[in-house]
Nanobody, 124 residues
Framework: QVQLVESGGGLVQAGGSLRLSCAAS????????MGWFRQYPGKEREFVAA????????AYAASVKGRFTISRDNAKNTVYLQMNSLKPEDTAVYYC?????????????????WGQGTQVTVSS
């Protein structure tokens, strides 16, 4: 069993930056790909970014590519999402998740464990 706790969310003006962290406990996540997703009110959870177990491979949604960067520190059992040039449409609850395999992508079904989410609000 893995527990995930996201942090770093908050209120920021458009054009600003935030860094989300996702700390895992219960067991190591160093052999698992990790992902970040976001959810708008009344909408399905959507893919934001994913990173392979080693950190060598990453994938991004088209809407965040070039602005967001996913990274991980396996020694700290933590995954990060650096969000730059934030836009009001980035306002959502952000979730991190542990994938079943070494690599993962946008499919929610590939992820077994989820955090409780952290709110990101970008004002215009």
């Amino acid at each position: 069993q893995v527990q995930l706790v996201e942090s770093g969310g908050g209120l920021v003006q458009a054009g600003g930056s935030l860094r989300l962290s996702c700390a895992a406990s219960g067991r190591t996540i160093s052999s698992n790909a990790m992902g970040w997703f976001r959810q708008y009110p009344g909408k399905e959870r959507e893919f934001v970014a994913a990173i392979s177990w080693s950190g060598e491979n990453t994938a991004y949604a088209a809407s965040v590519k070039g602005r967001f960067t996913i990274s991980r520190d396996n020694a700290k059992n933590t995954v990060y999402l650096q969000m730059n040039s934030l836009k009001p449409e980035d306002t959502a609850v952000y979730y991190c998740a542990v994938a079943r395999g070494y690599y993962s992508g946008a499919s929610l079904g590939a992820y077994d464990y989820w955090g409780q989410g952290t709110q990101v609000t970008v004002s215009s």
